[in-house]
């Protein structure tokens, strides 16, 4: 921002006193915006606002937000002349369809990352799995004469399944998925 008081200027004139072309004078309240190497930037504001509205804007304001003012003016002005009918508008409206657009991208994402990491969580449990071996395997083998079959009138000594806890026959398509689950 620029200090408030005024940096002493060349002899030539402001932007503003050229394009309008009359002569500039040592109080030109527009000296200071415009200065004369940057007759585009009056010109714009002048297009879309003209000069006399532009005066009476610069009078409402406080002196040290006068720069700020001509600033928004100029962009305001840039915009008005890019896009006739919207404006900054179209331009605000615009940026926040994008960011709606980015936050949606960002909600995708965040669902496939929980997804791929569930999905890792899951893989690491079955290889877990998979690695712990309890030490007798033998109730994994059919055919193997379980305890309390064969002797007692059981059906001729081979077990087709496994047993529960309590030691009740368990039909073999639930023992096979029971209690591991192979792949």
């Known amino acids: 921002m620029r200090s408030t008081h005024q940096e002493p200027r ?94 949606h991208d960002l909600l995708l994402a965040r669902a496939r990352l929980a997804c791929c990491a569930a999905d890792s969580h899951h893989h690491q449990q079955q290889q877990l799995q998979l690695h712990q071996q309890p030490s007798d395997l033998s109730f994994l083998d059919p055919f193997v004469q379980m305890p309390g079959i064969g002797s007692g009138g059981g059906g001729g000594g081979a077990a087709v399944g496994g047993f529960d806890g309590d030691q009740n026959m368990l039909p073999f398509d639930q023992f096979i998925t029971s209690p591991f689950q192979f792949p």
């Open 10 to 103: 060349s002899s030539s004139s402001c932007a503003a006193c050229k394009f309008l072309k009359r002569r500039c004078t040592p109080n030109c309240q527009f000296a200071p915006y415009f200065r004369s190497d940057e007759p585009k930037k009056f010109a714009k504001v002048h297009k879309v606002f003209g000069a006399s509205n532009v005066s009476k804007i610069l009078n409402e304001v406080a002196e040290e937000q006068r720069e700020d003012t001509v600033n928004s003016l100029v962009y305001e002005a840039e915009v008005r002349l890019q896009d006739p009918v919207y404006g900054c508008i179209g331009a605000i409206a615009s940026l926040q369809h994008r960011m709606v657009e980015l936050q």
